[in-house]
């Protein structure tokens, strides 16, 4: 049913509408409201037979999932930022465990400095967990998209993460199809796990491994998440069967045919730099885009496809690795290796910071006029920035740096926040 | 005990020029009040005096006094105020937490800090919810709270941190409301000065989301008991009581954690006699 509602409001739904059997949950912005909506659908009687748990942290929200997964319940959790990071070792375990348990992020920075505004620092540190990654450029994705991860997961016993813009997407109110009970029941079997706690057949989970069988047990979930790049399109496809719309998949093109440069993202971003590119293509330039959907897995041939005939490659990316610069675009080098197809790296939206339809272009034109670094930051004030340095080059004890920058432009340093 | 004698400070030299955020009417406009009146009658100069937080709207405090401040992730504010003592024995260190960063997510911490007894204050505003979040059930929240994540209430029996306190070794264990200016003044002066650690806990109404506790202003009452130091007669005073008794509860004679001291050798005789409760 299409309705006028929030993006965590609309979620909550479809999660309900997956029939969970345990959702565990520790509050954190911008997740709150997609939980909260879960609670409040539980105590309204909407989700049968789910039993909530408002447990004591994140820490414990993944383990009794994971607990509860591995006794063979339907299981879903959500979080951002501090907490998936504090999550982390139970990111690693759900993962080798093999246990389909779904998770929402609601994209956050990662403090210090604290920073309660979107990017997608939180995710990509968990890129490398096991877990299957998706990225919703708009609500409806989003929506959609963890329909689709519990049957992902479930058919594959792998964990799979939902990431949805802190904010742009879970705070956003707008038009959102809800799809109905029948149509969610069409697509998502019952949940037929492959380890169950059995009486019958009693067995303990978390053998330890050693090195005659680490690399075997850890190639299957490399293995794994190849076989999830097979099944992803197939199910996006059965997806649009029943609810008449093409969700996921890997990659979304947009006005990539005879594009010279190609601006490459994940998740809401792409609704700009897709405005981006119209105006552009309106003034006559080569442009177009492609928006990343499964980070992980990571579709190499699909990319190679998309961005082989482009001159240059732009990424625009809501996370750095420091000491290297773009993690997309190192995977996305992956893909075009051994092509002379130069890769830029654009570090933009960082803790919040606005990603302008002017400062886009600017970057694209740069690009086709061969002017990008290779690592370049989206509106940098390189003032504020070289002030610092000298600072803290002539001043051993140049005390803490977010303070001295907040002071340096002006602002008074604010006492953290969520 | 690093405290000068007492100095030329007045409680308005530790405040901080930062506006607090808080909402109008928060309990801990108090608590800060408090903390600095505190301050002032320990005589600490602001420079020796360190303020570790978590996450939280009480963890914004340090922020809104002229002290150092450690604003540090959330449930870690104790881990962090014990690694800041023992590397610099000789600063006056208060731990300043909410019931959610110290207790649900930061629990493990609490225990610890007790049994480690590092010389130091560990204050808790207590508003029994989440605030920061907007208004979520801690696990001092009442079992019958309803939220939308605890959809009818948890149904959980609420933890009593100054039990836990006790039995976890704490060497100091007391109560205040932080609308009892005087007397949180008073206990947070005297924890400060016990060796060992301290701890605090201040009932600090959330008016937003939990405003059912502006009635604490009426139900908190000073104890009629003086404080003790048998932990078995304080736990049972504390395990029997309405929950809104204020005041100092136990004053402990445990040795504080001792610096540069690696290889503590105890005499489990000493230690049974410490936890005789
Ligand atoms: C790892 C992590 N999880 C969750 C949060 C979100 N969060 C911020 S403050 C808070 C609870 C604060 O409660 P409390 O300590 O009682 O402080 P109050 O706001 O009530 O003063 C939570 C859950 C966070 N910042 N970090
Ligand atoms: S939400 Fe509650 S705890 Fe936070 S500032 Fe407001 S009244 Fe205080």
Not at chain 2, 119 to 137: E, I, L, S, W
Request: aromatic share 6%.
């Amino acid at each position: 049913m299409l309705k006028q509602t929030e993006g965590s409001q609309a979620v909550a739904e479809a999660i309900a509408l997956c029939r969970p059997e345990v959702v565990c949950a520790y509050p954190i912005t911008p997740q709150t409201h997609i939980v909260e909506g879960v609670g409040a659908l539980v105590k309204a009687g909407k989700i049968e037979n789910c039993e909530f748990i408002n447990v004591e942290s994140e820490f414990a929200a993944l383990s009794v999932a994971i607990g509860a997964s591995a006794a063979g319940a339907r299981a879903y959790t959500a979080t951002a930022s501090q907490g998936l990071l504090f999550m982390g070792e139970a990111v690693y375990n759900a993962a080798g465990l093999g246990l389909p348990i779904v998770m929402t992020i609601g994209n956050r920075a990662i403090g210090a400095p604290i920073n309660i505004w979107n990017d997608h620092t939180d995710s990509m540190s968990m890129k490398d967990s096991g877990w299957i990654q998706l990225f919703a450029e708009t609500n409806q994705e989003a929506v959609d998209l963890h329909i689709q991860a519990f049957r992902l997961a479930e058919e594959l016993s792998c964990p799979v993460m939902v990431c949805m813009d802190g904010f742009i997407l879970t705070h956003a109110y707008e038009r959102i199809d809800v799809p109905s009970q029948e149509e969610v029941d069409a697509f998502l079997p019952p949940y037929d796990p492959i380890q169950v706690l059995d009486p019958v057949e009693p067995y303990s989970i978390g053998a330890m491994v050693g090195p005659e069988a680490f690399t075997e047990v850890r190639y299957l979930a490399h293995e794994k998440q190849l076989q999830a790049l097979r099944r992803i399109p197939e199910i996006g496809a059965v997806f649009k069967d029943v609810f008449g719309r093409q969700s996921g998949g890997l990659i979304h093109s947009y006005r990539t045919e005879g594009a010279e440069t190609i601006a490459v993202a994940l998740g809401s971003v792409n609704g700009t730099i897709k405005e981006v590119i119209d105006g552009m293509r309106d003034d006559g330039a080569a442009v177009g885009s492609v928006s990343i959907c499964s980070f992980r897995p990571f579709p190499l041939d699909e990319l190679r496809a998309a961005l082989v005939g482009a001159k240059h490659v732009v990424v625009i990316e809501k996370s750095l690795a420091p000491g290297l610069g773009g993690i997309v675009a190192s995977n996305i080098r992956m893909a075009l290796r051994e092509t002379a197809v130069p890769v830029y790296t654009v570090i933009a939206g960082l803790g919040g910071r606005p990603i302008t339809m002017n400062s886009l272009r600017e970057v694209l034109e740069a690009a086709g006029n061969m002017r990008l670094p290779d690592v370049q930051f989206l509106d940098l004030d390189h003032g504020a920035v070289e002030r610092e340095i000298l600072r803290a080059k002539q001043t051993r004890r140049a005390g803490p740096t977010a303070e001295n920058i907040l002071r340096n432009l002006g602002h008074a340093a604010v006492a953290g926040n969520d | 005990m690093n405290i000068m004698q007492p100095g030329p400070f007045k409680a308005a030299n530790y405040k901080s020029d930062v506006t607090p955020v808080w909402c109008p009417g928060c309990g801990d406009f108090h608590v800060l009040l408090s903390l600095t009146k505190a301050l002032a009658e320990l005589g600490a100069a602001p420079e020796n005096v360190a303020l570790v937080s978590g996450i939280g709207c009480s963890s914004r405090i340090p922020a809104y006094t002229n002290c150092y401040g450690f604003h540090g992730v959330h449930g870690r504010s104790l881990a962090l105020g014990a690694g800041l003592k023992v590397a610099r024995p000789d600063l006056t260190v208060l731990v300043m937490s909410g019931d959610g960063d110290g207790f649900s997510i930061g629990g493990n911490h609490f225990l610890h800090a007790c049994r480690r007894n590092i010389d130091m204050t560990y204050v808790v505003m207590d508003n029994r919810v989440y605030g920061m979040t907007k208004g979520q059930p801690s696990p001092t929240t009442e079992p019958d709270w309803d939220s939308a994540l605890s959809p009818g209430g948890t149904g959980l029996s609420p933890f009593h941190p100054l039990v836990i306190a006790l039995a976890s070794g704490a060497n100091f264990v007391a109560r205040e409301f932080s609308g009892d200016i005087k007397g949180t003044t008073r206990t947070i002066v005297e924890a400060v000065r016990h060796p060992g650690f301290s701890f605090v806990e201040i009932l600090s109404p959330c008016v937003t989301f939990r405003p059912d506790e502006r009635a604490w202003k009426t139900q908190t009452h000073v104890a009629s008991v003086e404080a003790t130091d048998d932990p078995a007669r304080a736990a049972r005073r504390i395990m029997t009581d309405d929950g809104f008794n204020t005041g100092v509860l136990y004053r402990g004679r445990r040795k504080p954690y001792e610096h540069h001291v690696t290889d503590r050798i105890v005499d489990p005789a000493i230690l049974e006699q410490e936890f005789a409760i």
